[in-house]
């Protein structure tokens, strides 16, 4: 069996708060590390919220291809809005894959597009914000491979330290 190797492309992202919560998703889904491309990043990140400093563990690269640059082969993945996309609920999971995403106030380009293996969408009403597609591809991705339990003991080391609930006074 493969060992699941996960990386997230940003392309030229220009909100720090998007990119934080993209860190953070990245974090909780187990993503190995985060690309992104452009200049619009870097001229913001002064202002990041990456407030589970995910940043540290898991690396965010700038790079000017995001095919050029990841080492391993991996099925490249692109999800936008593009016509004729495979839907996400109908689309089967690499276990190796470059989740490549467009900017937040545009598309990925055509030249992308095709040097993709797949491209999939997630079936809106309107367009979702890049952190939110970010978070519901790669929550798809973990619930469809099994990459992260569930349980009780994942609720206890996940959740925040002022959350001690539970159901049923158990």
Known sequence: MTQSLTLVALTNPKSPTNVGSVLRAAGCFG??????????YDMAKKFQTDTKGVHNRIPLTHVED????PSAPL????????EGATALGDFV??????????PEDGSLSQA??????????IPTIGCLNLAATVNI??????????????GDR???????????????GR
């Not at 995001?66 to 640059?69: G, H, L, R």
Request: with cysteine.
């Open 66 to 69: 995001f095919f050029s640059a």
């Open 75 to 82: 099925t490249r993945v692109c999800v936008d809005l593009i």
């Open 93 to 102: 999971h690499p276990e190796r894959a470059l989740y490549i995403f467009g």
């Open 137 to 150: 591809v790669l929550y798809d991705r973990a619930a469809k491979l099994n990459l992260v339990p569930g």
């Open 31 to 40: 993503v190995d590390e985060v690309l992104y491309s452009g200049t619009r």
């Open 154 to 168: 994942l609720i206890q080391t996940s959740r925040d330290t002022n959350n001690k609930t539970n159901h049923g």
């Open 112 to 121: 992308v597009i095709d040097q993709a293996d797949a491209v999939v969408y």
